[in-house]
């Protein structure tokens, strides 16, 4: 599809349901290869992002992208990739698939919401409603109790969510999102193969879990992203937002099914407090 193509509304449908089905596999595909222990953590994260940049790279020459338009990205937002990569990767050991999402793309919101508002965007009532309403499912997630998620692999999973939310913002208005989304990934493989090597000596690997870690990167992140961009075409920022707030639902939903994960009770009242509150924040925005 050329790069100033506009996809039909049929077509925007389906490329929209494709990246988030992408985005609630990432948390499936490392829950499965993380809590068996198929791999490690870091060596997940650093063949993630090497198998991403590989498959990503290969869409940008085959879209025969101009090579002054191949360097777009920025080690500011690798950085930032890597940042959201690890803990990410770190966090999934111990908590759940939904639990997982829920935090991750509670805090990603939250910190696009949060951005604005340093950047001088009042909030209106309504936003400051769903605000509450979202922070209170967070904080009722991680209270102390029998279903209380490690609290640990909790704020990793918040540090990833900061993470992604700023690599996001930072990627907001670029010429070429797919280009510079290559690029930082290429920039990031560094940065996850010095972490690989520091963590070296608890370094271990199957032919399942460098499956599972490939199949994120080059499928669920490379792939994924590619489609999300093509998708954004044709959503509002606002829109955009609102449909990824049906990523941890789906990501709960899957883990339930395929990992035979439970779907615990103060998972499900927090979840819906986490996704109704930023979905009423969202829809009090100014346009």
Sequence with gaps: ?????????????????????????????????????????????AIRLASGALVLWLIVRLR??????????????????????????LAYVALPTGTGALILFGIVQLTMIGSGMINGIRPTPLEWTGLALAFGGLVLLVLPGIETPDAVSALL???????????????????????ATADNFLRSVPMAAVVMLAMLPWAHATPTGVLLACGSGAIAS??????????????????AAIV???????????????????????????????????????????R
């Design 244 to 286: 990824q707030l049906s990523v941890p639902v789906l990501a709960a939903i899957a883990g339930v099914i395929l990992l035979s994960e439970v779907a615990t009770s103060r998972l499900v009242i927090a979840g819906g407090a986490i996704v109704g509150g930023i979905g009423v924040a969202i829809l009090g925005r100014r």
């Design 157 to 179: 999973m918040a540090i990833a969510g900061v993470a992604w939310g700023l690599y996001s913002l930072r990627g907001r208005g670029v010429a070429n999102p797919i280009a």
């Design 1 to 45: 599809m050329p790069e100033t193509s506009q996809p039909t509304p049929s077509s925007a449908v389906a490329l929209t349901t494709l990246a988030l089905i992408c985005f609630a596999a990432n948390s499936l595909f490392a829950r499965a290869a993380l809590r068996s222990a198929e791999i490690d953590p870091a060596s997940y994260t």
């Design 222 to 239: 490379g792939v994924g992203y590619s489609i999300w961009y093509l998708a954004l075409r044709s959503l509002t920022p606002t829109r």
């Design 64 to 89: 025969h992208v101009p090579a002054a338009e191949r360097r777009a990205g920025s080690w500011g937002s690798a950085a930032a990739l890597a940042l959201y990569a690890a803990p990410f990767s």
